[in-house]
């Protein structure tokens, strides 16, 4: 897979993610905005990058319920067949101390459309800081997934973390190849057959 470099309209990402992998972003462009980031992708089409909010709530719900099973249980490591209210509140309603979650949104549809979203969730007592990840099927192998990473790692590292790190089920090719390329290790774990956890340290 070639890497060719980021292509920014502001200054952003000023460290990135080892190995150098400046280049995979060549398919997306970032224009900063008043209200977080206007990510165009090659294709033309336009997704608004921001922090998360307690409006998402439906939204939310909307984006669970167009992701496969395949796709659900490889963010939650689980089946799950609805996202209920409170979960849902749950993850948009975040302690900003602990807590740090972007949403792509897809501002050309009414109403807006969650795409895609990328979490981290701060265990301050080990210094690290654990991560989620989902693009929408239709939006995926463009680079989202990478940008959406980019952002989490920049973030732990603002926040002078030392590591990043997240749950990935072993036959979650593309999560774990996604992961391989941002330099991030694969560990197994003994008491969980099937799934590595995977990090990066900052
Ligand atoms: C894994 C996931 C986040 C990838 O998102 P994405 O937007 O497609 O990622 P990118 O477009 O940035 O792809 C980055 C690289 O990952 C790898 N990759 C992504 N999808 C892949 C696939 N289906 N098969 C093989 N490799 C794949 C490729 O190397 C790809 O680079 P390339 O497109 O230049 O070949 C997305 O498929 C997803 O949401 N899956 C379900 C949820 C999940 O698995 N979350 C992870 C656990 S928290």
Redesign the pocket.
């Known amino acids: 897979?070639s890497l060719p470099a980021i292509q920014l309209t502001d200054t952003l990402h000023q460290a990135p993610l080892p190995p150098r992998g400046r280049e995979?972003f060549a398919r997306l462009q970032l224009v900063r905005q008043a209200q977080g980031e206007l990510v165009r992708i090659h294709d033309g089409r336009e997704l608004r990058l921001r922090d998360i909010d307690g409006n998402d709530v439906a939204a939310i719900k909307r984006c669970f319920q167009r992701l496969s099973p395949e796709?659900i249980r490889?963010?939650f490591l689980h089946s799950m067949s609805e996202l209920p209210e409170p979960m849902a509140q749950r993850l948009c309603r975040i302690d900003p101390a602990i807590e740090r979650a972007y949403v792509l949104e897809d501002e050309n549809v009414v109403p807006g459309e969650i795409r895609?979203v990328g979490r981290i969730y701060v265990d301050e007592a080990a210094n690290s800081a654990e991560?989620?990840?989902?693009?929408e099927q239709d939006?995926?192998?463009?680079?989202?997934?990478?940008?959406l990473m980019q952002h989490l790692v920049d973030e732990c590292r603002g926040r002078e973390l030392s590591e990043i790190w997240?749950?990935?089920l072993l036959e979650?090719?593309?999560?774990l190849?996604?992961c391989r390329?941002l330099g991030f290790v694969q560990r197994l774990l003994p008491d969980e057959p099937g799934t590595a956890q995977i990090s990066l340290a900052l």
């Open positions: 897979m995979r796709d490889r963010r895609g991560f989620s990840i989902v693009v939006w995926t192998r463009l680079g989202l997934g990478a940008m997240g749950y990935v979650n090719r593309p999560m190849q996604l390329e």
